[in-house]
T-cell receptor, first 114, second 116 residues
Framework: ETGVTQTPRHLVMGMTNKKSLKCEQHLGHNAMYWYKQSAKKPLELMFVYSLEERVENNSVPSRFSPECPNSSHLFLHLHTLQPEDSALYLC?????????????FGQGTRLTVV | AQSVTQLGSHVSVSEGALVLLRCNYSSSVPPYLFWYVQYPNQGLQLLLKYTSAATLVKGINGFEAEFKKSETSFHLTKPSAHMSDAAEYFCAVILPSGAGSYQLTFGKGTKLSVIP
């Protein structure tokens, strides 16, 4: 139990589908993050939320749409994805956004776009 | 600019041998440093962290890392490798980015293989 739970663990979707990734943290943290991890590439920070407000969006295509309804839940809505979007999507949380405390990660969602 | 560099994308050691994974950072101010481990198809798990207290930091699973300011390094070591240590290891640094804010940056990762 890492304190950060992601569902589903695995997802296969077609390029015309719409799906959502869910993340929930049980640590009382105020900041939540989405990262993308592709094979042979460094971890890419996609979005940062602080107290349900988006504070960073690192040039992510609009086919990825985050939602943070409260400080414990974070979603990543997916639509019309491309095969190159196949990756491990990691959710993380920390005490505060852009603070000097460590991030805690979920187990990730392995996404395959066909 | 690269804030954290991990030397060697892939390291192989024999079971029972010393594990040494290298990490160097670039910073003009004292950083906060972390090592994370990632097992296949899992998320990142914190191994240990340096936050300006003791320079030798002990983590889980018998790992430790030493902060050396003169070498701007934070190498991860374990005296005796176990098969279960096979995983990918990420060094990360938190540095001030201005106006009381900090930024977390990860290295590219080092995949550790343990040979029986």
């Amino acid at each position: 139990e890492t304190g950060v739970t992601q569902t589903p663990r695995h997802l296969v979707m077609g390029m015309t589908n719409k799906k959502s990734l869910k993340c929930e943290q049980h640590l009382g943290h105020n900041a939540m993050y989405w990262y993308k991890q592709s094979a042979k590439k460094p971890l890419e920070l996609m979005f940062v939320y602080s107290l349900e407000e988006r504070v960073e969006n690192n040039s992510v295509p609009s086919r990825f749409s985050p939602e943070c309804p409260n400080s414990s839940h974070l979603f990543l809505h997916l639509h019309t994805l491309q095969p190159e979007d196949s990756a491990l999507y990691l959710c993380a949380s920390s005490q505060e956004a852009h603070s000097n405390t460590e991030a805690f990660f979920g187990q990730g969602t392995r996404l395959t776009v066909v | 600019a690269q804030s954290v560099t991990q030397l060697g994308s892939h390291v192989s050691v024999s079971e029972g041998a010393l594990v040494l994974l290298r990490c160097n950072y670039s910073s003009s101010v004292p950083p906060y440093l972390f090592w994370y481990v990632q097992y296949p198809n899992q998320g990142l798990q914190l191994l240990l962290k340096y936050t300006s207290a003791a320079t030798l930091v002990k983590g889980i699973n018998g790992f430790e890392a030493e902060f050396k300011k003169s070498e701007t390094s934070f190498h991860l070591t374990k005296p005796s490798a176990h098969m279960s240590d096979a995983a990918e290891y990420f060094c990360a640094v938190i540095l001030p980015s201005g106006a009381g804010s900090y930024q977390l940056t990860f290295g590219k990762g080092t995949k550790l293989s343990v040979i029986p």
